[in-house]
């Protein structure tokens, strides 16, 4: 059992740091006072989707990350404009490669 816990501890540390650079890389990047969210489909009163079709109702372009065990919604993340679609499970080094690339968006289009 002590193993699994050190095993654990070396990975939550790796991500740790990997989270702090991408902190600093893009920490002062904003499009109105979002940086980077995590939005879940059970959310109470409205899914993760209805929140993606909202905001793009609204007109407002940031980077959304779909990230979900059920890849039906593909074609709904993708029609409302999602940056990208990740099917759990994602590996840490999928989804750190996926923020930074919807984070370069936004700094190209500042």
């Known amino acids: 059992m002590a193993d699994i816990k050190e095993r654990f501890r070396e990975k939550a540390d790796e991500v740790s740091i990997e989270i702090k650079d991408l902190l600093k890389e893009h920490g002062t990047k904003k499009i109105g006072e979002v940086h980077l969210s995590q939005i879940y489909q059970g959310m109470r009163g409205m899914t993760g989707l209805d929140l993606l079709r909202l905001l793009r109702s609204q007109g407002r372009v940031l980077p959304v990350i779909v990230m979900t065990g059920d890849p039906s919604l593909r074609e ?19 989804l750190s490669q996926t923020v930074r690339r919807a984070l370069s968006r936004i700094d190209h289009a500042l």
């Open 76 to 94: 709904q993340a993708d029609h409302f404009g999602a940056s990208a679609f990740l099917e759990k499970p994602v590996a840490t080094e999928v």
